[in-house]
């Protein structure tokens, strides 16, 4: 740690410490934009005097912003409880009982028909192709030898046409004609 970290790091650490007892006025403002950054720009600062500062100020921020999590999640706690206006659980007789607050259609009675789901004469088994040229399959001239000469000179001539083959001046093992 460099001697002008010390001061950095006993400020962070008390910060760090103490952070549960920041009042919320403090912690709230930490989800503004412009606040969030200032907080990178110092971080930044910090980073420049010394590792062990940086490391300390986003040590200190981390726990800032833990606290004013801990905090928005018990205010969020206590409005929940206050949502509840059901003072007591059902009991089991009342549970049973179907509700009559609210209307409710009756439901569709299903057709009393059955059906097997043994195939019948009506279905063949004769495959028709979806289009007439779905075996007329043919292979691509650029994949394999154009010219069927030497095996993969076809496609050594249409990447030299096409520029990727060969670099102007290096001399490659191998013939490229």
């Known amino acids: ?23 919320t006025a403090i912690l709230l403002p930490l989800d503004n934009f412009v606040i969030r950054i200032a907080i990178v720009m110092i971080l930044l600062y910090v980073i420049g005097i010394g590792p ?13 912003y833990i606290e ?7 205010v969020a706690a206590k409005k929940l409880d206050s949502m509840d206006f059901s ?5 089991v007789e009342e549970a049973s009982k179907p509700q009559t607050t609210v209307p409710v259609n009756e439901f569709d009675k299903p057709v009393d028909e059955e ?4 195939p019948h004469e009506t279905c063949s088994d004769n495959f028709e192709p979806v289009a007439p040229s779905i075996n007329e399959k043919a292979v691509l001239s650029t994949i394999y030898p154009l010219h069927g000469s ?13 520029g990727f083959g060969h670099i102007q001046g290096l001399e490659t093992v191998g013939n490229y004609n």
């Open 1 to 23: 740690m460099y001697r002008t970290e010390l001061i950095y790091f006993v400020i962070f650490a008390i910060i760090t410490l103490f952070s549960q007892f920041l009042p």
């Open 52 to 64: 062990t500062a940086g490391i300390m100020g986003l040590v200190a921020i981390a726990s800032m």
């Open 68 to 74: 004013r999590n801990r905090r928005k999640v018990v």
């Open 87 to 91: 003072p007591r659980p059902a009991t």
């Open 115 to 118: 059906f097997d789901y043994l």
């Open 150 to 162: 030497e095996s993969g000179t076809g496609s050594n001539k249409l990447y030299e046409k096409m």
